[in-house]
């Protein structure tokens, strides 16, 4: 069974930084595509970063292209999320995700390519 937690949220004035954790029960013996997503009230769920456990690929929206950074901690069974340069529009709760273990997935920031979903971390910026 899958388990994803979120945690590092919080509460950050405009142009600082956090960095999201998301501590994952994975298989050692599988790959799998692993995201964060966020949603901020009235608004559809958006994919934000992905990556590929088997060979570090990494995808990102545009709007956070440059900003944010996902990557991974094998030993420790993390994902991360670092956030730099954050704005307002950054504000939402945030997912983490994953398809499931050595599943193909073809849009890697869409949400319904992610079976499995942590509760969620809450993320505001203030201007």
């Known amino acids: 069974q899958v388990q994803l937690v979120e945690s590092g949220g919080g509460a950050v004035q405009a142009g600082g930084s956090l960095r999201l954790s998301c501590a994952a029960s994975?298989?050692?013996?599988?790959?799998?595509?692993m995201a964060w997503f966020r949603q901020a009230p009235g608004m559809e769920r958006e994919g934000v970063a992905a990556?590929?456990?088997?060979?570090?690929?990494?995808v990102y929206a545009d709007s956070v292209k440059d900003r944010f950074s996902i990557s991974q901690d094998n030993a420790k069974n993390t994902l991360y999320l670092q956030m730099n340069s954050l704005n307002p529009e950054d504000t939402a709760m945030y997912y983490c995700?994953?398809?499931?273990?050595?599943?193909?997935?073809?849009?890697?920031?869409?949400?319904?390519?992610?079976?499995?979903w942590g509760q969620g971390t809450q993320v505001t910026v203030s201007s």
């Open positions: 995700a994953t398809a499931g273990p050595d599943l193909r997935v073809t849009y890697q920031l869409k949400p319904n390519e992610y079976k499995y």
């Open positions: 994975l298989s050692t013996y599988s790959t799998y595509w």
């Open positions: 990556l590929y456990t088997g060979n570090g690929w990494t």
